[in-house]
């Protein structure tokens, strides 16, 4: 990860330039570096905006997780530099959130500055006469799902406000799509880049993240995990089981199996900014103190709400619990892995009402954390309880409990641990896009 991430801070620094958003200050098409690229670039400029756009996609990452973690309650975030994490996140009396405010505004940036570079890869791919045919369009496919990520991820955050997904032109952007729209314009780009993958030649390196699906095959496969849970989103839940089916989805696979950021501490690379030490004052990432009242005996989940030597406090929140699902300043953060993939499988034919496939797949995901088979009634709607209750600890601080609670219409039932704090449904669109 250190010698390609050196390579991003000489070229995505220089092409993205500063960007707050998809509608203002998007950066400048005519600058000589983005000139070079979009004349005749060489297969090495390509390859290092690969690498740009890999590294940068964990810019701000640890915020987002931050972001939905704590309006999601599965974490406080205490910072003695910002209150704002414990106000206007928890709504707290009449806080509310801010579409000036850094945590939305700093990862919304981030997520644009990716797919800005990938709109510049795939239209420097198309006019390459240094790569063949087949070449491009596995630069096309990867840059298009990478692209749809990040969408993805940004639209998680404003949901029915909406997000831009046609910003391939930077000087006339196309409309906010509102969340339905969004999701069919995600699923669409996936598709596209999965129709460029097959038979596409990947000529370009990817870290050790990508480990196992470096090649055609294996981007098609991430491609459609990332399907499967946009698919989720849209209820298609015929869909999502089609899409398991051309992913790496293992029932019986390893759960860890999958793609990941990946951090380093060599010149140029980063640290995982999601990791906070043990028993640390101050600065602290700490469970909700649900997430340890509510685990099952025995599960060995609880290890992700590691027990602190003391308890913190702050501005009438506590916990006795610290985040540790991330252990080490160079831990991976997973963008889709199979243990998502299985409960996707699970709540899919739950929903088709396949209960005792779901039933079946729920009980993989329970005995792999040393628990029994599930013992509660069989019905639908209960499955789907222990289905979104499996989700809450197996993907926990992976950016996923606020999205299932507010899909299943359940952000209601989210703890409220001051009188006058609130749950919120969405963020606002950042200032600059309004």
């Known amino acids: 990860m250190t010698t390609n991430h050196k390579i991003f801070f000489l070229v995505f620094m220089l092409v993205t330039a500063v960007v707050t958003g998809c509608k203002k200050d998007y950066g400048n098409l005519n600058s000589p570096t983005e000139e070079d690229f979009l004349k005749n670039p060489t297969k090495d400029q390509l390859n ?34 910002d209150p704002r994490y414990t106000t206007d996140l928890l709504g707290a009396s009449d806080a509310h959130l801010d579409p000036t405010g850094f945590y939305l505004t700093n ?14 890869l795939i239209n420097a791919s198309a006019i390459s006469t240094f790569v063949s045919d087949a070449e491009a369009k596995g630069y096309a496919g990867f840059a298009k799902t990478m692209m749809a990520y990040q969408l993805l991820l940004n639209l998680n955050l404003t949901y029915n406000n909406g997000i831009r997904t046609e910003v391939a032109n930077p000087d006339q952007p196309g409309p906010i799509e509102n969340y339905d729209e969004a999701l069919a314009s995600i699923a669409t780009l996936l598709d596209e880049a999965n129709g460029d ?8 390196p990817l870290t050790s993240g990508f480990a196992g699906f470096n090649d055609a095959g294996g981007l098609s496969k991430v491609n459609r995990g990332i399907a499967a849970r946009v698919a989720i989103y849209r209820e298609q ?27 380093g501490t060599g010149s140029g690379d ?32 609880s290890s992700k709400a590691a027990l602190r030597s003391e308890p913190q406090s702050y501005q009438g929140l506590s916990s006795n619990h610290d985040v540790w ?32 496939e779901g039933e079946d797949a729920l009980n993989v995901i329970r ?68």
């Open 367 to 434: 005995n792999a954390h040393n628990l029994a088979d599930y013992s509660g009634a069989g019905t639908k709607p209960a499955l789907l309880t222990e289905m979104l209750n499996q989700r809450r600890f197996s993907l926990f601080d992976e950016g996923h409990r606020w999205v299932d609670v507010r899909r299943y219409g359940l952000l209601a039932d989210l703890p409220v641990d001051r009188p006058d704090d609130d749950v919120w449904e969405q963020f606002p669109v950042p200032a600059t896009e309004q």
């Open 325 to 356: 699902v991330y252990t080490t300043s160079t831990a991976p953060v997973p963008l889709v892995r199979n243990e998502e993939l299985i409960l996707i499988y699970a709540e899919a034919n739950i929903q088709l009402e396949n209960l005792s």
């Open 270 to 301: 980063q640290l995982n900014p999601a990791f906070f030490p043990r028993n640390q004052a101050g600065d602290v990432r700490l469970a909700h103190p649900s997430y340890a009242d509510d685990i099952e005996n025995g599960d060995d989940r």
């Open 237 to 263: 839940w015929q869909q999502a089981l089609d899409a398991l089916q051309a992913s790496f989805f293992d029932l019986n696979g390893d759960f860890s199996t999958g793609v990941y950021h990946v951090f």
């Open 48 to 81: 290092n905006l690969v690498t740009g756009v890999e590294s940068a996609m964990r810019n701000n990452i640890g915020l987002y997780l931050d972001d939905v973690g704590v309006i999601g309650r599965e974490m406080y975030r205490f910072s003695t530099g």
């Open 197 to 204: 993958l097959s038979g596409a030649q990947v000529a370009f």
């Open 107 to 120: 990862t919304w940036a981030s997520r644009y500055r990716v797919v800005k570079n990938c709109n510049l």
